[in-house]
């Protein structure tokens, strides 16, 4: 023990006072030893000490070394008990006695530091010696019914630390030397110091295999339960580990596979794991590296390994080689089987929404279509009989009104001559309202999905309604007849109709009603002429260039949509065009997209040019009278000619009609007709 422990032997006065006052100062004198010669006792020291030695290298016995040490000390000391305490912070607890009664145990029981002989030493770090132990010293009632009067005690120090002590004690003062029995006391402690550290090491190598033993046993639980196949190798690329994954996928058991090569799928495979083998014993590890094994059926399967040499940091710069390399395996041939499968059942259940999309698309527009009708339907009855209301008093009015006409044109008065005046604007007022009843006539049919025979009689209102029958129409004849009679009514105002068919063998043919598909086109021309009409009043105000192309392109084409052949009709005309916010209204009754004369100033004020009387006088006149002029006999525009031809697009199966803006050239009505399989 080292000297900065170590003390001479000090007598300590009681911390209460007994019965024999005793003075701090004054000193206890030891009786010399009688029994026991100095010689006797030093041999039985070396003895003893070289039994310990003998204990101490039998790692097996730790936990009863000290305990026969007690025993032993207690013999050669001729002291009646001998207790071990080791020290936890503050704290002690007794970890051997000897020469303690059985049914007075103390093993294990806890002391404060400022309590008994061991809180003394604790504190001091001395040899103490400690007379009328039991009166002196509070202590627990145990040692005062052994009648422990004397004890001595010293320190056990490791690596600088107090880590216990050791105490030894009497009923009476021991016959022997101070000095040999401070000696003997220090050699024990030391001797003790490396038992405890023994044990210490005992110990954790008992529990540290007790870990290592379960580390193994749950590795070999994670290893086997892997979904990856792992297998160790020597240096020489013996088997040394095969994991039950290994076993599942390639069919060979651990116990076949144990010190044996890799079953690799043919040479080729051999060479490449060879590469990559010695490279790993050099300790460059692999991340992907796909190889061909054989199965146990010979089949062939594609692992992707990963390689990974097991070398530490200090063997790689020394140039040494790995001794083992870890491989972790994975069946990319499953892998792959898997992802088809799960890619294929995304594709069917991708295609399914689909299909239920469209379901229900065509089920929201049978709906749609079934109130449409329903709608239309009654809209057009209501129309039709308003239109047979309106026909024949009609009628009435405007024979009576020629009479009277009749009746002032050669009258001389003044009055007579007003009264004509007003009379003549009668008629073509009349005529508005029965091009307008025809037309709530041609919408009736349509929206009712019934035909009236009018042939001749048409202005007069008369006919029978029959039901309507589709026929197959080649749709190039109604588009023909209808642009034959638009020229006829646009004669001598320099606009030109080309039409254009891109079809090199027969028209096609489409499930129509003749004369409603040329109504239609009809009234898309109309609207086209007029747009063209008013593209010229502009050119005539200065608002825009005068050189433009008067011209109306009709193109007849085949459009493929979702496999299914449609006929395609584009109008297109380079007039004023049609704004954005309009192209919902064009489909409107009644409802008229045409400049208002307002709308031609404000034009004229933001392009800046002033317009004067003059051209206040050309607008008024082109608005009230110029594009209202006649496109065929008793045809007035009254903001139903696009609605008609929509209604009529609508009217036959899977078509479809829209309008195409072009900035600067006019607008392009596009009509898709389905052919005739």
């Known amino acids: 023990m080292s000297e900065k422990h170590n003390s001479e032997l000090i007598n300590i006065d009681p911390l209460e006072s007994s019965d024999e006052e005793i003075s701090e100062e004054e000193e206890i004198v030891l009786p010399s030893a009688i029994d026991i010669q100095v010689d006797s006792l030093d041999t039985s020291r070396k003895q003893f000490f070289n039994q310990i030695l003998g204990m101490i290298q039998s790692l097996s016995e730790q936990k009863d070394i000290i305990s026969k040490i007690l025993d032993e000390g207690c013999s050669i000391l001729n002291a ?31 002391i404060n530091t400022n309590e008994g002989l061991s809180g003394r030493i604790y504190s001091e770090q ?38 216990g002590n050791v ?66 190798l020597d240096n020489n690329g013996k088997i040394q580990y095969w994991n039950k994954t290994a076993t599942d996928i390639l069919g060979y058991s651990p116990h076949e596979m144990a010190d044996c090569n890799l079953p690799l799928a043919d040479h080729a495979n051999s060479e490449q794991f060879l590469k990559y083998f010695i490279d790993a014993r050099k300790g460059i590890e692999y991340e992907k590296a796909p190889i061909d094994f054989k199965r146990s059926n010979n089949d062939v399967v594609t692992l992707n390994l990963k390689i990974v040499p097991l070398i530490t940091s200090t063997q790689r710069k020394k ?12 069946d990319v041939s499953r892998k792959h089987i898997l992802e088809q499968k799960i890619k294929q059942t995304e594709l069917e259940l991708h295609e399914q929404k689909q299909e239920l999309e469209k379901t229900q698309e065509k089920l929201k527009g049978i709906s749609r279509d079934l109130k449409n009708k329903e709608k239309l339907a009654r809209i057009g009855r209501i129309y039709g009989n308003l239109a047979n209301q309106i026909n024949n008093p009609l009628m009435i009015i405007s024979n009576w009104v020629q009479v009277l006409m009749d009746s002032h044109e050669d009258a001389p008065s003044p009055k007579s001559q007003e009264t004509y005046a007003y009379l003549m604007e009668i008629p073509s007022e009349i005529e508005r309202i029965a091009e307008i009843v025809r037309n709530l006539r041609v919408y009736s049919e349509i929206a009712t999905q019934k035909i009236e025979d009018r042939d001749s009689k048409v202005s007069h209102g008369v006919g029978e309604d029959t039901i309507p029958r589709s026929n197959d129409v080649t749709v190039i004849n109604p588009l023909y007849d209808a642009v034959k009679d638009i020229k006829r009514c646009i004669k001598g105002e320099r606009i030109k109709i080309d039409v254009v068919s891109n079809f090199k063998k027969n028209p096609p043919v489409i499930k129509g009603r003749y004369r409603h598909l040329k109504t ?55 007039g004023i065009g049609i704004d954005r916010d309009e192209i919902r209204n064009i489909k409107k009754a009644f409802h008229s997209n045409w400049p208002s004369i307002d709308d031609i100033q404000e034009l004229a004020e933001s392009v800046g040019k002033k317009l004067n009387a003059k051209d206040l006088e050309i607008i008024r006149d082109f608005c009230e009278e110029g ?25 036959h199966e899977d078509s479809s009609i829209h309008a195409k803006l072009t900035p600067q050239d006019g607008v392009s009505f596009i009509m ?5 399989s």
């Open 80 to 110: 009646s008990s001998a207790a071990l305490v080791i020290w936890e912070d503050k704290l002690g607890f007794f970890n051997s006695i000897s020469g303690f009664p059985e049914e007075m145990n103390i093993r294990g029981h806890l």
């Open 126 to 163: 001395k040899t103490i010696w400690i007379r009328n132990y039991s009166k002196s010293i509070y202590c627990y009632k145990l040692f005062k019914k052994l009648n422990f009067n004397y004890a001595i005690g010293t320190p056990i120090v490791i690596r600088g630390e107090l880590i």
């Open 167 to 232: 105490n030894f004690y009497y009923k009476s003062m021991p016959e022997a030397d101070n000095e040999l029995l401070k000696r003997f006391i220090e050699d024990l402690s030391q001797q003790l110091s490396i038992v405890i550290i023994n044990s210490r090491i005992y110990q954790e190598l008992q529990e540290n295999a007790k870990k290592l033993e379960n580390v193994i046993k749950y590795r070999d639980v994670i290893l086997d339960h892997s979904p990856n196949i792992i297998i160790d």
């Open 319 to 330: 140039g040494e080689e790995a001794k083992s390399i870890l491989i972790f395996a994975m």
């Open 520 to 574: 239609c086109f009809y009234h898309i021309l109309e609207n086209a002429v007029i747009s063209l009409r008013f593209k010229d009043l502009y050119t005539k105000l200065g608002l825009i260039e005068k050189k433009w192309d008067r011209k109306i392109k009709v193109t007849i084409g085949e459009k493929i949509i979702n496999g299914i052949p449609y006929v395609r009709i584009e109008i297109h005309d380079s």
């Open 627 to 651: 594009f209202k002029q006649k496109l065929k006999d008793k045809k007035y525009c009254v903001g139903m000619g696009l609605t008609i031809a929509s209604l009529i697009v609508k009217s």
């Open 672 to 676: 898709d007709f389905k052919q005739v």
